[in-house]
Each structure stands twice: as structure tokens, then as C-alpha cells.
């Protein structure tokens, strides 16, 4: 059975801090690129950052560029997104996929991707 679970959300006040965690059961997530996604409400689902198999190469949505920061530690089979000086605009329900790519340097999708079932974030004073 292979599953994606991500945790770490919850409510914290503007300028405040979230790590965001992406755990993987039934596969090794060293073979596959990680992306973290977020839909807020009324909103389509956007990419926000990426980390290839490698962990050589990421990608950060401009709206979050300096601000995020995804990593992975393969000994945990766990992918991270520390969240900083964080907006309410960053409110959204966050979501993590695992899916290859046509090498490991690379954070462009190829398929055989797999979803988390998502963790909020609320961004409140």
C-alpha cells in the first residue's frame, strides 16, 4: 500500500512559522521527485515547490521564493517544507506528491504520481 501522509499544519499568526512533513509508507521515497501543492479556498490547486530525487535541484513558486524552504531526509523517508515569515495569503490546504522524473536531477514530472490527503495551514491573527 503506498501512502503519502503529510503533518505539521495548523493555526499560527502572521509572521510565524509551520514545518510542513511528508511521510511516505509502502515505497522509499529516495527514486521519486517530492512537490508540495496548496488550494485555498475558491482557488485552483498551485504548485509551490519541488525537490528532485537527488535533492540536487528545487523549485519555489515566486510568492514563496525566500520564504520556504523544502529538504528531505531519506533516512526518514520524509520530505520537509519549513514555512517562514509566513502570510494569511499562505492559508490553504497543502498537499505533497511523490512522482519520477526522466532523471534524478530533474523536478519535471514524468508520472506514477502519489498524493497526500493534504494538512491545513490557517494563517490568523
Known amino acids: 500500500q503506498l501512502q503519502l501522509v503529510e503533518s505539521g499544519g495548523g493555526l499560527v499568526q502572521p509572521g510565524g512559522s509551520l514545518r510542513l512533513s511528508c511521510s511516505a509508507s509502502?515505497?522509499?521515497?529516495?527514486?521519486?521527485?517530492i512537490g508540495w501543492f496548496r488550494q485555498a479556498p475558491g482557488k485552483e490547486r498551485e504548485g509551490v515547490s519541488c525537490?528532485?530525487?537527488?535533492?540536487?535541484?528545487?523549485n519555489y513558486a515566486d510568492s514563496v521564493k525566500g520564504r520556504f524552504t523544502i529538504s528531505r531526509d531519506n533516512a526518514k523517508n520524509t520530505v520537509y517544507l519549513q514555512m517562514n515569515s509566513l502570510k494569511p495569503e499562505d492559508t490553504a490546504v497543502y498537499y505533497c506528491?511523490?512522482?519520477?522524473?526522466?532523471?534524478?536531477?530533474?523536478?519535471?514530472?514524468?508520472?506514477?504520481?502519489?498524493w497526500g490527503k493534504g494538512t491545513l495551514v490557517t494563517v490568523s491573527s
Open positions: 509502502g515505497f522509499t521515497l529516495d527514486y521519486y521527485a
Open positions: 506528491a511523490a512522482y519520477r522524473t526522466s532523471y534524478s536531477g530533474s523536478c519535471a514530472y514524468f508520472g506514477m504520481d502519489y
Open positions: 525537490i528532485s530525487s537527488s535533492g540536487g535541484s528545487t
